[in-house]
């Protein structure tokens, strides 16, 4: 990865209309390898939602039928996101 940050100062410059009070900063970021991603985790939580239950009598007390059932989920996600990278690492 290449930055470079320039700076461009209004006082040695001439540059007409400008402010001085205002810097201008431009960057410039090189990436040379491709960032990947690589899934560490996923957990998903369901619940289902029974609805409209139909009046009807069973002979057993916990039997009960319904017309809707909404079913809903959460997703959690952990991932890690990796990239390779030259190191220069000084003598």
Not at 59 to 78: A, R, Y
Request: proline share 3%.
């Amino acid at each position: 990865m290449q930055t470079n940050i320039g700076v461009c100062k209004p006082c040695k410059e001439e540059i007409n209309g400008s402010d001085i009070r205002e810097k201008n900063f431009r960057l410039i970021e090189s990436f040379n390898e491709k960032v990947f991603c690589k899934l560490i985790n996923a957990e998903f939580i369901e619940s289902d939602i029974l609805e409209n239950p139909t009046n009807k009598e069973y002979k057993l007390h916990n039997e009960q039928t319904f017309h809707d059932i909404t079913e809903k989920v959460v997703l959690f996600l952990t991932i890690k996101l990796l990239q390779k990278q030259n190191v220069i690492i000084p003598r």
